[in-house]
T-cell receptor, first 116, second 114 residues
């Protein structure tokens, strides 16, 4: 099946710094990837939809200047949390849309971000 | 706004008990429906999906779900749970008129006692 990886799996950074999270589709090309945030004991909240070669579409309430998304190739999307604050600490999950065009998504293992 | 409701946040069952997890969504248009499972420490995996056709969908590991359009529901069932089914279960809906994104329910944590 389709495999999506994320790197790093865990990251700790200091307040005010930026951190980049990578999402890769390993055995297929993904024109559309998604970035989610999952708070403890809560569901996944979609942050943005990342389309290869174009600007990401952000959900209402998500600061696009704070959460920079780049989808420069068909197998890689990156999420950069800029000027991180402790409240940005969370579990970030990416997914890739089924290459056949269906609405099914394949999920990465997630990245645990802790901002100190 | 489109929303997905999962009514039980925590469910505890003994092995061999039957399972039914509820999922309702807020919208009457065309939908694609999914159940995902997240085992402890692992990433989300697809259990089953419904796009069209037979409203009774069979998935992996003995799970099934029934789409009842009139009730806006897509409940997940398993006749006999095992200890290894301990996990968190998420219902997700693609509201097709609003693009390709998925809206997730809050999740149900299932603990199966051996």
């Amino acid at each position: 099946g389709a495999v999506v990886s994320q790197h790093p799996s865990r990251v700790i950074c200091k307040s005010g710094t930026s951190v980049k999270i990578e999402c890769r589709s390993l055995d297929f090309q993904a024109t559309t990837m998604f970035w989610y945030r999952q708070f403890p004991k809560q569901s996944l909240m979609l942050m943005a939809t990342s389309n290869e070669g174009s600007k990401a579409t952000y959900e209402q309430g998500v600061e696009k200047d704070k959460f920079l998304i780049n989808h420069a190739s068909l197998t890689l999307s990156t999420l950069t949390v800029t000027s991180a604050h402790p409240e940005d600490s969370s579990f970030y999950i990416c997914s890739a849309r089924d290459p056949s065009g269906s609405t099914e998504q394949y999920f990465g293992p997630g990245t645990r971000l802790t901002v100190t | 706004a489109q929303s997905v409701s999962q009514h039980n946040h925590h469910v505890i069952l003994s092995e061999a008990a039957s399972l039914e997890l509820g999922c309702n969504y807020s919208y009457g248009g065309t939908v694609n429906l999914f159940w995902y499972v997240q085992y402890p420490g692992q990433h989300l995996q697809l259990l089953l999906k419904y796009f069209s056709g037979d409203p009774l969908v069979k998935g992996i590991k003995g799970f099934e779900a029934e789409f009842i359009k009139s009730k806006f529901s897509f409940n997940l069932r398993k006749p006999s749970v095992q200890w290894s089914d301990t996990a968190e279960y998420f219902c997700a809906v693609n509201f097709m008129e609003y693009g390709n994104k998925l809206v997730f329910g809050a999740g149900t944590i299932l603990r199966v006692k051996s």
